[in-house]
């Protein structure tokens, strides 16, 4: 069968270039067509488009490139009708991708398949109109949102497991770098123990949040060094410029590695982490964290969470357990000292560090332990092979 893919970032592109190596053990003769990235090249199939074409986050930043995203969407409209696929597997990104869904709906027969479901839950919650009216079969990675759209919006979906978990299962089953040989690797000549920083994953949130994450650590550099994870598509001179702009921190001594979180999660002994899939991993590795990200306007954000929006907390691992297991400093909360404080209580010796690695096995237990791109492969060739065995 055809497979049409769309992601619009990296967390998707790994996602669903794992999908794409269960669709072919589960489809012999899959063929993949899609806009993403290196890693769904890898697996194999024709990209259209790099998802660092489509991705534009913010709102002045999608009003500057309006003409650009509304002539991928018309390219990417015209380029699924020309090839037809069996059916279009949409991965998170709905700005983009519900404006497909809706174009196929009207002008196709061509079924639309989400996996990872759009974060409506926590904003636009209005959307789950367009969502049930123009996806076919929805594939979700957070248990929380089976009751989401099942209990309160009556749309059934498919809880298929945790990607995240799964991945972190395997690399803590085959790594072997001991903290020694992790230093040697990125050529770290400090020894002392490392507090991580991840900062974001894209260049407005680092530069919203690291420089105050480096204030914050910097009150317990004599005891421990400084590890920053760096993002994939993010140059390492967009660091230094970020951090150079900020007299106060630019004589900190730090280390800035790449392509490695998980292996500096492995070895870190706390992190101050940006909202997003980040705490997860941190939580999945064991790590005590703070959550940290600064807003523009804190006092109205804070207002709109308290009255507005539609979920308690930001983060995954508070939202998975429906309850704060890790502190959120974000809003009116996000401020140095208080970044501060919450460290101090997860580092060792800290009070609050036990009770949180404790909570984090709820965490675990909650997602399961199913292989999700495996599931969802399943799933998703079976129930094609069914419609296909109907129409027939």
Not at 166 to 193: Q, S, V
Not at 285 to 314: D, E
């Amino acid at each position: 069968m055809k497979y049409y893919l769309i992601v619009g970032e990296a967390s998707g592109d790994l996602h669903a270039a794992h999908l794409m190596a269960s669709l072919k053990k589960n489809d012999h003769e899959a063929s993949f067509r899609f806009f993403g990235g290196d890693l769904m090249s890898a697996v194999g199939g024709t990209r259209v488009k790099h998802y660092r074409e489509l991705a534009y986050m913010g709102f002045v930043p999608v009003l500057l490139h309006l003409r650009t995203i509304f002539r991928n969407m018309s390219f990417c409209k015209k380029d699924i009708v020309a090839w037809q696929p069996d059916v279009v597997i949409l991965v998170d990104y709905p700005g983009f991708n519900l404006d497909i869904a809706k174009y196929l709906k009207q002008h196709t027969h061509i079924p639309v398949y989400y996996y990872i479901s759009p974060k409506i839950w926590a904003w636009k919650e209005w959307r789950i109109k367009a969502i049930r009216r123009d996806v076919k079969e929805m594939f979700s990675i957070l248990p929380f949102e089976t009751a989401f759209y099942e209990g309160k919006h009556h749309y059934k979906i498919h809880y298929v497991g945790n990607p995240t978990a799964h991945e972190i299962h395997e690399f803590l089953t085959t790594y072997h770098t001991d903290f020694d040989g992790f230093r040697l690797k990125h050529h770290i000549a400090d020894n002392r123990p490392m507090i991580a920083l991840l900062p974001g994953s894209r260049k407005q949130e680092i530069k919203d949040n690291l420089v105050p994450m480096l204030r914050a650590v910097q009150h317990f550099s004599d005891r421990y060094q400084i590890v920053i994870g760096a993002a994939p598509a993010i140059e390492p001179s967009y660091y230094q410029e970020v951090i150079g702009n900020a007299t106060d921190v630019t004589g900190l001594t730090f280390s800035l590695i790449h392509n490695d979180t998980y292996g500096l999660l492995y070895h870190a002994v706390a992190a101050l982490v940006t909202s997003g899939t980040a705490t997860l991993e941190t939580a999945l590795l064991h790590v005590p964290q703070v959550v940290c990200y600064k807003t523009p306007v804190p006092r109205l954000i804070r207002w709109a969470f308290n009255h507005i929006l539609s979920c308690r907390y930001i983060s995954l691992v508070n939202l998975i357990v429906d309850r704060e297991v890790v502190p959120e400093l974000f809003a009116d909360r996000f401020n140095v000292s208080n970044i501060v404080s919450e460290l101090g209580r997860i580092l060792p010796e800290g009070e609050g560090r036990a009770p949180m690695l404790q909570a984090y096995k709820e965490v675990e237990k909650r997602l399961g332990d199913e292989v999700a791109p495996d599931n969802a492969a399943r799933l998703m060739v079976n129930l094609l092979r069914q419609e296909a065995a109907r129409c027939q």
